[in-house]
């Protein structure tokens, strides 16, 4: 692009659609070349109704002096000869439809009655399905484009690292999915097709008009200048009040969002005048930066309008007073008012895709956006897990937090370690790092001697099965939940999974037993169901290494023990990392660390560390007390 074009912001945010709009078209350009072709055969036949009007009004109505068509003697030689070729094409055409025209020098007859009748609307509906065709291939595209769009953001939500999802809120992942995508659905259905139809209609109109009256049309032409002005002006106003309204929206949409996951909080605390009140404020926000969309958008329209009322005015004086004919003037007003409609919608399209930009770069920056957590160029094999994992001098820290300073810890293949501490200590880390959430500042985690970072993510994470606090079971049936753990999972296997995490006997009570969905989130079973569905789904994945995140911590004492049976029934034969707040669910693991600010300040197993009277044994007579008490 030129670098001048850049200095022009309404043109450069239009090249700005279309460029990031480009790849998505080039799919479907033979439907795109076929609305373009017809969008220029629609505005050239705007210009062709009123050149079939002025022949007829030239026919009934004829001038008295020379046609107001002729070019005067000092006219240049080229605008003669253009005039001779039009001249000549008018000739041929108007011989071919001669029996059917009218003329004030024969009388009317049937033929030329019917030929009335049938002309203008053969000609408006030529015109209108022409439109009406550009429109609908035009617009196949682009829904075609949207839904490409939709599924390539959702593919690079799903490639971006955890940390690009802790930055950013859920309203504004909501946003680039709908809001952003729905702006650029708006502009490519309505907008495309103006953008070819409309300026046609405007160049072929003035092609006519200068054939007409060379120097009257230049006249007419002054004027359009004239509605750049308040096209710029009111088009910086609409993106600032578009990009307000985005941000505004994206704060609702978190709102509702955090209102929805958090309603029985709401309810206990009495926080519905509270968080109506904030969603208010949001709403009111958006109706100011709505109003100030409207009022850039519908102004345009008086503007245009005032600007060509004036020139159609000063053209009445004119052709008036350099005594043109009525058809003339007919042709010329008519002309005039063909032109000015199709200025007011671009004018609107401008408008409109100084809005779209603003979704348009959201949704640029999206898409450029890179993972913290690369995959590796040239990924080493990892088939099976045989000797021992390593922590080796690892460092991590979140947003320049430091939660492992230095950390250094080998798990032998087969061990069951526990894993305790304060909050913040750095326990779920272990796990986040260990599946390559995260990619540790400094040092390295081995599995088997390899980097983790050597290893693809798929080979990585095949290697290791999950059951944490936050039970994850999506709106599908009981079956395709545990089937999440291994895809393509066989009947035969999932119900194995199933009856492995003692959860079989309350699945085969349910309405329509594997095949019952579990409502949002799970939301039709218990917790202890939940999480007995969870853990079936990592037996189905047959993974050496598990990895146990506070699985327990949300459950009441009698879903605990359920619970704690499949674990330990899951956890045979296997290497076990079990982060735990609830010290009692880790008296079988072999070995167990108390982390203190990143650090190891203990170890040992259950029974040695009670004895020593530490950090663990404190916390487990707090537990006790806690047990006791309650």
Excluded at 160 to 184: C, E, K, Q, V
Excluded at 596 to 610: D, N, R
């Amino acid at each position: 692009m030129p670098q001048g074009l850049h200095r022009i912001k309404p043109l450069k945010n239009l090249l700005t659609v279309f460029r990031f709009g480009r790849p998505y078209l080039a799919r479907y350009w033979k439907r795109l070349v076929l609305g373009v072709f017809l969008g220029i055969l629609f505005g050239i036949s705007n210009a062709a109704i009123l050149g079939v009007s002025k022949t007829l009004l030239e026919r009934v109505f004829p001038a008295k002096s020379t046609s107001s068509t002729q070019l005067k003697v000092e006219d240049t030689k080229r605008l003669q000869a253009l005039q001779d070729l039009g001249n000549q094409l008018k000739k041929r055409t108007t011989n071919a439809i001669e029996p059917f025209l009218p003329s004030a020098q024969k009388p009317l007859d049937a033929t030329q009655m019917a030929g009335i009748l049938v002309l203008f609307p053969l000609l408006f509906a030529f015109r209108g399905y022409i439109g009406y065709l550009s429109s609908y291939c035009l617009g196949w595209a682009s829904e075609r484009v949207i839904s490409d769009l939709r599924q390539d953001v959702f593919r690079k939500l799903s490639t971006l690292s955890l940390s690009f999802f802790n930055r950013s809120t859920m309203g504004d992942l909501i946003a680039h999915i709908n809001g952003d995508t729905i702006a650029l659905q708006k502009t490519l259905n309505l907008g495309v097709s103006d953008l070819i139809k409309e300026p046609i209609t405007i160049i072929s109109t003035f092609a006519l008009l200068l054939w007409m009256d060379w120097r009257l049309t230049l006249f007419v032409m002054a004027f359009l200048p004239l509605c750049v002005i308040p096209m710029a002006v009111l088009g910086r106003k609409a993106r600032k009040a578009s990009k307000g309204n985005v941000k505004t929206g994206v704060s609702q949409q978190s709102l509702l969002v955090e209102f929805l996951a958090s309603i029985r909080l709401v309810k206990a605390y009495k926080l519905e005048d509270q968080q109506s009140r904030r969603f208010a404020d949001h709403a009111r926000q958006l109706v100011h930066h709505g109003m100030k969309q409207i009022q850039a958008k519908e102004l345009i329209n008086p503007l245009i309008e005032t600007i060509g009322a004036l020139g159609l005015g000063v053209l009445m004086v004119y052709i008036l007073y350099a005594n043109k004919t009525g058809g003339d003037l007919a042709i010329f007003i008519g002309a005039v008012a063909t032109v000015y409609t199709p200025v007011k919608k671009l004018a609107g399209l401008h408008i409109m895709f100084q809005q779209t930009s603003v979704g348009v770069d959201r949704l640029m920056r999206l898409l450029e956006e890179k993972p913290s957590v690369q995959e590796p160029a040239t990924p080493r094999p990892l088939k099976s897990f045989n000797r021992e994992i390593r922590f080796d001098n690892v460092q991590f820290s979140y947003d320049h937090r430091p939660v492992l300073p230095d950390f250094n810890l080998v798990i032998p293949r087969g061990m069951k370690l526990g894993v305790v501490g304060e909050s913040g200590s750095g326990k779920s880390t272990l796990v986040n790092l260990l599946l390559r959430f995260y990619d540790p500042q400094k040092g390295r985690i081995l599995i088997d001697g390899i980097d983790v970072r050597e290893i693809s993510t798929w080979d990585l994470r095949s290697q290791i099965a999950m059951v944490s606090q936050e039970i994850v079971l999506f709106d599908l049936s009981v079956a395709d939940n545990i089937a999440c753990g291994k895809p393509g999972a066989t009947r035969a296997e999932i119900q194995e999974g199933a009856e492995a995490a003692y959860a079989h006997d309350f699945i085969m009570q349910l309405p329509n037993g594997y095949d019952t969905r579990v409502g949002d989130r799970g939301v039709l079973l218990s917790g202890g169901q939940r999480q007995r569905i969870a853990i079936a789904r990592a037996f189905v994945r047959q993974a050496p290494i598990l990895a146990l995140d506070e699985a327990t911590a949300a459950l009441d004492a009698q879903s605990e023990a359920e619970v704690q049976k499949a674990i330990d029934h899951l956890a045979e034969h296997r290497t076990v990392i079990s982060v735990a707040h609830r010290l009692s669910t880790l008296s079988k693991m072999d070995k167990i660390i108390v982390l203190k600010s990143g650090l190891i300040v203990e170890k040992g197993t259950f029974s040695e560390l009670l004895q020593e009277r530490g950090i663990f044994g404190s916390m487990a007579d707090h537990q006790t007390f806690a047990t006791t008490r309650s």
